[in-house]
């Protein structure tokens, strides 16, 4: 069964470090997501791109982070400056369609800002 | 602004036991809830969908029901075991969120099934 698969699994990084965390969608899905999970918090929505382009953003998605689509496989969130606060599981997902669809996460990257 | 509230935070019951998880939501006009599991420091594992149209779905031991109208949602375990011990979710596609069709999630319920 497809998969949307993360890497790594585990990232440890510096305050100030630039950081790229790596998915791949399952490969006919047209809709990509990010999402964080504090620990002991809520899964909170990052930002979601679609045909391209960053369809919707949260607050917390400030000019820290970005996200590509590179080539027609791989899905990126770039945080250029980490903070503590950055420390947290990373969810990608994807759907294939729109809002009546299965959203399909990966297992997540644990970020850990010292 | 929707907003997904889950009860209880925790329970704790024998094995055995069948067992009902509540997620409320603010908003009714949602496309789909969808229910997951996550293990300790894991990720999240879809367990059903259900569309906005559906009252119910049902995977083995576990059914999930849907009131729309009134914005809730239930998660029934039958015949719980210990290998059920996980925090359960409970997320919704808003209709008012425009074309990116994002979750929204509740903080979830920890349950712990005793052997």
């Known amino acids: 069964e497809p998969e949307v698969t993360q890497t790594p699994s585990h990232q440890v990084t510096q305050m100030g470090q630039e950081v790229i965390l790596r998915c791949v969608p399952i490969?006919?899905?047209?809709?990509f997501y990010w999402y964080r999970q504090i620990l002991g918090q809520k899964v909170e929505f990052l930002v979601s791109?679609?045909?391209?382009?960053?369809?919707?953003k949260s607050e917390i998605f400030d000019d820290q982070f970005s996200v590509e689509r590179p080539d027609g496989s791989n899905f990126t969130l770039k945080i250029r400056s980490t903070k503590l606060e950055d420390s947290a599981m990373y969810f990608c997902?994807?759907?294939?369609?729109?809002?009546?669809?299965?959203?399909?996460f990966g297992p997540g990257t644990r970020l850990t800002v010292t | 602004k929707q907003e997904v509230t889950q009860i209880p935070a925790a329970l704790s019951v024998p094995e055995g036991e069948n067992l009902v998880l509540n997620c409320s939501f603010t908003?009714?006009?949602?496309?789909?809830l969808q229910w997951f599991r996550q293990d300790p420091g894991k990720g999240l594992t879809s367990l059903l969908l259900?569309?906005?149209?559906?009252r119910e779905q049902t995977s083995g031991r576990l059914n999930a029901s849907l009131d729309k109208s009134s914005g809730r949602s239930t998660l029934y375990i039958a015949a719980s075991q210990p290998g059920d011990s996980a925090t359960y979710l409970c997320?919704?596609?808003?209709?008012?969120?425009?074309?990116?069709?994002?979750?929204?999630f509740g903080k979830g319920t920890l349950l712990t099934v005793n052997p």
């Open positions: 490969s006919n899905h047209l809709y």
């Open positions: 997320a919704v596609v808003d209709m008012g969120g425009g074309s990116n069709y994002k979750l929204t």
């Open positions: 908003d009714s006009a949602i496309y789909n």
């Open positions: 259900i569309q906005s149209s559906q």
């Open positions: 791109f679609y045909n391209n382009e960053i369809s919707e």
């Open positions: 997902a994807s759907r294939k369609g729109g809002g009546y669809y299965e959203q399909y």
